[in-house]
């Protein structure tokens, strides 16, 4: 107040605050709107890694017969493994399509809550796509080694 009373003495000031804080309020909701869909966004993820997780491991035990006469026939494990992981980034890269095209659907609804990005911003939605194939990649990994342990000769006596 000093400052703008000795260049101009006929102006007050009503309040003073630093310009951080008066900017603080207008961009609270909107931090708040994007804490919120990052919690979301994580959550997701990590529902999304679990059930193709449980999946792929359910199929795995569901196919354990088979796994098993592959390996009885000569099968390596790294082509039992490879089946595995193509199996669950086949589900997740199916996942990540239909995930596009409804985000790209839905993009006018997403505007009201993007800042400065466009809702089919190509960078974003490859890098969105990334990251769910590297989670769909590891929750596939667990289940895949699991099946190269699997002894052929247990699974054939089972029978």
């Known amino acids: 107040r ?3 009373s000795d260049v101009d003495p006929r102006l007050t000031v009503a309040t003073a605050a630093p310009f951080d804080a ?3 309020e207008p961009r609270a909701q ?9 919690v979301f966004a994580v959550s997701t993820l990590t529902l999304a890694t679990i059930g193709l997780f449980a999946v792929i491991a359910t199929m795995v035990r569901q196919r354990t017969r ?3 006469i592959r390996i009885a026939l000569g099968a390596t494990s790294a082509s ?4 595995v992981l193509v199996r669950g980034l086949s589900l997740a890269g199916v996942g990540a399509a239909l995930g596009t095209l409804i985000g790209v659907m ?3 609804y997403l505007s009201a809550l993007l ?10 939605l490859v ?7 590297v989670a769909a990649t590891l929750a596939s990994y667990l289940p895949a080694r699991a099946s190269t342990r699997i002894d052929p000769m247990l699974t054939l006596r089972s029978d």
Do not use: H, W
């Not at 909107?30 to 990052?38: I, V």
């Open 106 to 108: 839905s993009s006018r």
């Open 127 to 133: 890098q969105v796509s990334c990251v769910m194939l």
């Open 115 to 124: 800042f400065d990005v466009s809702p089919t911003d190509l960078p974003i």
């Open 30 to 38: 909107p931090r708040l709107n994007a804490l919120l869909l990052s």
């Open 66 to 68: 088979e796994i098993g």
């Open 22 to 24: 008066l900017l603080d």
């Open 80 to 83: 039992v493994r490879r089946m």
């Open 2 to 4: 000093r400052v703008v």
